[in-house]
């Protein structure tokens, strides 16, 4: 999908919220690195794509005068991913942000809504990586499909275990340095962004299957050192067995006194 495509969808529902609290939008010439559109008002709002790093922010300011004093706080991040995201993802960015401006009153449906997260918190969710690895591996667009259909909910983990790693194993084993460094950059954006679901599937299913220490090394170059540290010690666990946690058995008591009831 064009990106400016689904820029205008995005911006084009906050525009229309906006609108109806008196905020006018102003004309900002986009450019190599970014599209953005400006809106003012009491405070001013800019939602700015990022080309490079494939990322929509809502943002906001405070005003002087008639101009946005420039001190701009982030107020909600998504990716998208023109090569693999269409119109219906970039209608939930532009939802997440017009439900975002209206405040916290929102909030108890935002929570409800599937891919829908507070302002600021993570929106990678398995799915999400998925779809972005589709554009190192297409044929798991088919797969995707195949598992939205078959399955009541997507199962992010056996997914990525069986679909993902085969092919990111292959990949690995036959890319070179700055493909891997492009790679990591990736996998780190999406890790920042996603939730704990999203970063254990990096770190400890996509990573551990990797078993040349030098491709390890380069796949986690571009991560921030906390980060990296993190999949190093993920890393330790690679070949062991990890038990699930035992349910503990009810008290014979609680039972009775249920069927007394």
């Known amino acids: 999908m064009e990106i400016t495509k689904a820029f205008e969808i995005i911006s084009d529902k906050v525009e229309e919220e906006l609108t109806k609290k008196g905020f006018t939008k102003q004309a900002v010439a986009p450019s190599e690195k970014e599209i953005t559109a400006l809106f003012t008002g009491e405070i001013a709002y800019s939602i700015v794509y990022y080309t490079d790093k494939k990322r ?3 943002r906001s300011c405070s005003m002087v005068g008639d101009e946005p004093d420039n001190n701009w706080k982030t107020v909600a ?4 991913d023109p090569d693999c995201d269409d119109a219906k993802e970039a209608e939930n960015i532009g939802n997440d942000f017009v439900e975002t401006i209206r405040g916290p009153k929102q909030i108890a449906v935002r929570q409800n809504q599937k891919k829908k997260k507070k302002s600021g918190d993570s929106n990678v969710d398995p799915l999400f990586l998925a779809n972005r690895m589709v554009a190192y ?3 798991l667009k088919a797969e995707i499909a195949y598992e939205k259909n078959h399955y009541e909910s997507f199962r992010g983990i056996t997914f990525a275990d069986e679909k993902i790693v085969p092919k990111f194993k292959q990949y690995v084993a036959f890319a070179n340095e700055n493909s891997l460094k ?6 780190s954006d999406f890790y920042n962004a996603g939730d704990l679901d999203v970063k254990g ?6 990573f551990n299957a990797i078993e040349d220490d030098n491709k390890f090394n380069m796949l986690i170059s571009e991560f921030k050192p ?3 540290k993190i999949a190093k010690e993920a890393r330790k666990l690679r070949g062991k067995n990890i038990k699930p946690e035992k349910v503990k058995k009810q008290k014979k008591y609680v039972a009775d006194n249920l069927t007394q009831q």
């Open 56 to 58: 929509v922010l809502l």
């Open 77 to 80: 991040t998504w990716l998208f």
């Open 137 to 139: 591996f297409p044929k």
């Open 182 to 187: 492009k790679l990591s950059k990736n996998l």
């Open 201 to 206: 599937i990096i770190t400890y299913i996509m």
């Open 226 to 228: 906390n980060e990296q």
